[in-house]
């Protein structure tokens, strides 16, 4: 299957919703892809669905699988990490969207 | 046609009781995406129905398109709260799909090539008012719109209207699909803004 390019952003745009549920900079995170082995951190993850939404999807920079899922709901993000079902959904402090 | 757009306010009024609550109207189309749109040429392209016993069928790109074309004019509703009214496209009624597998399962995964998923109630795929569909405004489905074809369930906001899908498989559970798992809702009913989980 040939993959057009569609725009996507690098994982720094992770660091606002995710600082909200984490206690130290999540944009710093290592992971090894399990698909392809490619070595990244949550910042350099290719991530889709900024702005419109809706939810962020953060993928390998190598071989585009599936890293992360991020969707803000009003009070609580859903957090899930790897490419398997079942979201943690943190809540929010209330000064956060 | 002048190059003048209506008011908006005109617009909105002509468009009364048809815009769900907390969506606003848009011309535009949004593409939403969560990871790089697949090219799936239409030669390779296949559709694959799946009952919950393993009994399966499966339409190549041409015997899809041999098959009664229908020409639904609908109104879309994003969760993302843009609502596009009177689009128009041509495919093919999922009842026509749905049948020809038997099946006593009341629910549906739609499965999309680039991995994409997302669950159904049966009851809102048949009766006339969901499709399969290949051409928007009179062209081939672009790719970034979901080409060659996707599904058209306007009445769900429009994330179950999966973009891609290349196989629908009967479930006797309401198994949660890519955004149904992260929060989304399982229903997403845009009249009773059904966004998320709890909602
Ligand atoms: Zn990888």
């Given at each position: 299957?040939?993959?057009?390019?569609?725009?996507?952003?690098?994982?720094?745009?992770?660091?606002?919703?995710?600082?909200?549920?984490?206690?130290?900079?999540?944009?710093?995170?290592?992971?090894?892809?399990?698909?392809?082995?490619?070595?990244?951190?949550?910042?350099?993850?290719?991530?889709?669905?900024?702005?419109?939404?809706?939810?962020?999807?953060?993928?390998?920079?190598?071989?585009?699988?599936?890293?992360?899922r991020?969707v803000?709901?009003?009070?609580?993000?859903w957090?899930q990490?790897?490419?398997g079902a079942g979201a943690?959904?943190?809540?929010?402090?209330?000064?956060?969207? | 046609?002048?190059?003048?757009?209506?008011?908006?306010?005109?617009?909105?009024?002509?468009?009364?009781?048809?815009?769900?609550?907390?969506?606003?109207?848009?011309?535009?189309?949004?593409?939403?995406?969560?990871?790089?749109?697949?090219?799936?040429?239409?030669?390779?392209?296949?559709?694959?129905?799946?009952?919950?016993?393993?009994?399966?069928?499966?339409?190549?790109?041409?015997?899809?398109?041999?098959?009664?074309?229908?020409?639904?004019?609908?109104?879309?509703?994003?969760?993302?709260?843009?609502?596009?009214?009177?689009?128009?496209?041509?495919?093919?009624?999922?009842?026509?799909?749905?049948?020809?597998?038997?099946?006593?399962?009341?629910f549906?995964v739609?499965?999309?090539?680039?991995?994409?998923t997302t669950n159904l109630?049966?009851?809102?795929?048949?009766?006339?008012?969901?499709?399969?569909?290949?051409?928007?405004?009179?062209?081939?489905?672009?790719?970034?719109?979901?080409?060659?074809?996707?599904?058209?369930?306007?009445?769900?906001?429009?994330w179950k209207?999966?973009?891609?899908?290349?196989?629908?498989?009967?479930t006797?559970e309401n198994e949660p699909g890519f955004w149904e798992s992260a929060g989304y809702h399982d229903h997403g009913?845009?009249?009773?803004?059904?966004?998320y989980w709890?909602?």
């Open positions: 299957m040939n993959q057009l390019s569609v725009p996507h952003l690098d994982g720094n745009v992770l660091a606002g919703p995710l600082a909200d549920v984490f206690a130290v900079d999540p944009t710093t995170a290592w992971h090894r892809c399990p698909t392809c082995r490619m070595p990244s951190s949550i910042g350099e993850l290719h991530v889709y669905g900024t702005g419109p939404g809706p939810g962020l999807t953060g993928r390998c920079p190598g071989c585009a699988d599936l890293a992360l991020a803000a709901q009003p009070g609580h993000l957090l990490i790897g490419n943690f959904r943190f809540p929010l402090p209330h000064s956060a969207r | 046609m002048s190059g003048f757009s209506p008011g908006f306010r005109g617009r909105t009024h002509a468009f009364e009781g048809r815009l769900p609550p907390g969506q606003y109207p848009t011309e535009s189309f949004p593409v939403l995406s969560a990871g790089p749109t697949p090219h799936v040429p239409t030669e390779d392209w296949s559709l694959t129905v799946t009952s919950e016993t393993g009994e399966s069928r499966t339409w190549s790109w041409e015997e899809m398109t041999a098959l009664p074309q229908q020409h639904p004019t609908v109104d879309i509703h994003c969760v993302t709260r843009w609502s596009k009214f009177d689009t128009r496209w041509s495919g093919v009624g999922l009842d026509t799909l749905l049948e020809q597998v038997e099946s006593d399962a009341g549906v739609a499965e999309s090539y680039d991995g994409y109630p049966l009851e809102d795929l048949t009766g006339n008012k969901a499709w399969l569909v290949h051409s928007f405004d009179g062209y081939p489905l672009a790719p970034e719109h979901g080409g060659p074809a996707r599904l058209l369930i306007p009445h769900l906001y429009f209207s999966a973009k891609w899908v290349r196989a629908l498989r009967f006797t009913d845009p009249w009773r803004e059904q966004r709890n909602d």
